[in-house]
């Protein structure tokens, strides 16, 4: 299982990198709508348009900011298997109709959906509501988790 949490931190180390690229170049381009002919937009209009172009600009290099930060706070995590629910831990659990869930808890990331050989994995951070009754447990504990549906009891079957 060790290997499995490996692939699937580099699966999202390779899924943040492409958002980047893709933020990036969309914002080049709007960052290149931010000027006419280098010369100041003729009418109201055309500065109107710049100034949203320079918004969503601005907007993008913010994004692409919080996914280098979180690029930077997975570098820190090591792959090591964990023996609680913590930040890094990919933890099974299983709810009171034996159904199954793959979390890897990270912080920074969260809502990818990621195929595993055991599953779905769902990428979630550790100040999720979900998570936070988990935090701390091992093996075999159980706690009240919230899900859309209402308030659910699990048992944390398995951490890595």
Request: charged share 25%; hydrophobic share 40%; no cysteine.
């Amino acid at each position: 299982m060790s290997s499995v949490k490996a692939a699937l931190l580099q699966a999202v180390r390779t899924r943040l990198e492409r958002q980047i690229a893709e933020l990036r170049s969309s914002r080049d381009d709007a960052t290149s709508g931010t000027r006419i002919d280098q010369d100041r937009p003729a009418n109201r209009g055309e500065r109107a348009a710049v100034s949203s172009q320079g918004y969503l600009a601005h907007g993008l290099g913010r994004r692409i900011q919080s996914l280098q930060e979180a690029l930077e706070l997975l570098d820190r995590i090591p792959p090591d298997p964990r023996d609680r629910v913590t930040v890094g831990a990919l933890v099974t659990l299983l709810d009171a109709r034996d159904e199954a869930q793959i979390l890897l808890v990270l912080p920074g990331v969260a809502g990818l959906r990621l195929p595993s050989d055991e599953g779905e994995v769902i990428v979630v951070s550790p100040n999720a509501p979900v998570v936070r009754p988990l935090l701390g447990l091992t093996q075999g504990e159980g706690a009240t988790v919230t899900r859309p549906e209402g308030p659910v009891e699990v048992e944390v079957l398995q951490i890595v």
